[in-house]
């Protein structure tokens, strides 16, 4: 099949108990096509509640696995099968396997970068299949060149903040007891994400600015994790766990700036969220990440450890007007360059302009 008409089978795994970015980012995607009268079907194995009573309300018909949906839907045909995160590989591997099925147009959005894939082997004979792949940085597109992905069969996607409505900063502040300044960190606690980076700084950062907090949202997906926050127990040290999306909402429009230590990213999301609440952003030196923060525009980018990324923190922290004016410029890039219409734009535009494939891609092992 060709062109843009017909159904799409969107396919993700989910984290289950946490929703992740990437999770966050094919359900909107769900979303938005749904909403511009896209027939979309999602196959969204160990989802998070939010995402499958979110993608009901928007009557998205949704399915767990693949035999419910061959069983419901017999004579299902989608011309584009749209797989999303191969940080969780199973199901784009199985949506390698439902395109063969239909005879559709394979696109992947992998949502992570390399470095956090757990089966590198499996995820890269995933991008190789796909007849589309979707990349939101030029880094991104190298790596997948590095893969094998023909330049031909790749895509740019612009990024989107998942803020909905209404925040209220002093809500938050007045939730938590929180009066003066503080360093947000938002992710899932693994050591890629720099966590124990960023706890390793707080000391650092405390003999110059001891007044200055740290809230850390997240789940605790490495083991060690409460372990490690325990070990650095402090009154000024707010670990908040997993909490709702308007909690952490309210979080990044209070606080003084956003802090990811990150060495193994894409394009957080998190990092247009803090953007569109004017606020700036501490970025690990992930591959691209230069690209991705403008560093010394809208944020600052750091080396690894903790004695360069509490130096960078008190930099910002310790000059109020530079990092408002930093914040307001990532304000003015989220407005002029991001958001959801771009990003369906993107999409629609791909399934369209991308032939059928023209042979059947085998399944990865």
């Known amino acids: 099949m060709t062109g843009g008409a017909g159904d799409v089978l969107v396919v993700f795994t989910g984290y289950g108990g946490t929703q992740a970015g990437a999770e966050r980012m094919a359900v909107r995607a769900t979303q938005g096509l749904a909403a511009r009268s896209r027939r979309v079907t999602a196959l969204v194995g160990a989802a998070h509640p939010d995402t499958v009573a979110s993608l009901r309300t928007a009557g998205v018909p949704l399915y767990t696995d693949v035999e419910q949906l061959c ?30 099925r239909y005879g559709a147009r394979l696109v992947l959005t992998p949502c992570s970068a390399p470095q956090a894939w757990p089966d590198p082997g499996r995820a890269g004979e995933v991008c190789r299949a796909a007849d589309l792949v979707f990349a939101l940085t030029a880094a991104e597109v190298a790596a997948l060149r590095d893969l094998g992905v023909a330049a031909t069969r790749i895509r740019r996607l612009p990024s989107a903040s998942d803020l909905a409505g209404p925040v209220d900063a002093r809500r938050f502040r007045r939730r ?53 926050f325990a070990t650095y127990a ?50 690990g030196a992930f591959t691209g990440a230069y690209e991705v923060v403008r ?24 000059d109020d007007v530079r990092r408002r004016r930093l914040g307001a410029a990532g304000r003015r890039r989220a407005e ?4 959801w219409d771009r990003v369906l734009d993107a999409y629609e535009s791909g399934y369209a302009s991308t032939p059928g494939p023209a042979t059947t891609p085998a399944p990865p092992r």
């Open 71 to 100: 069983r419901d839907r017999a004579g299902f045909a989608p011309s584009v099968v749209h797989a999303f995160d191969l940080a969780r590989p199973d199901g784009p591997v199985e949506a390698v396997r439902l395109a063969r």
């Open 176 to 228: 938590y007891g929180i009066d003066g300044p503080f360093v947000l960190f938002v992710g899932r606690r693994t050591a890629s994400k720099g966590y124990r980076t960023l706890l390793e700084a707080m000391a650092l950062v405390w003999r110059q600015l001891p007044t200055t907090r740290f809230v850390f949202v997240g789940p605790d997906v490495d083991p060690e994790a409460a372990g490690h």
């Open 234 to 283: 402090d009154p000024r040290l707010h670990d908040l766990g997993t909490v709702d999306e308007q909690t952490k909402h309210d979080a990044v429009a209070a606080c003084e700036l956003l802090c990811l230590p990150t060495v193994a990213d894409v394009f957080p999301l998190v990092f247009v969220e803090a953007w569109t609440c004017g606020r700036p952003v501490v970025s």
């Open 295 to 318: 560093h010394g525009v809208d944020g600052l980018v750091v080396p690894p450890g903790p004695v360069p990324l509490a130096a960078g923190l008190i930099e910002l922290l310790g």
């Open 336 to 339: 002029r360059s991001f958001g």
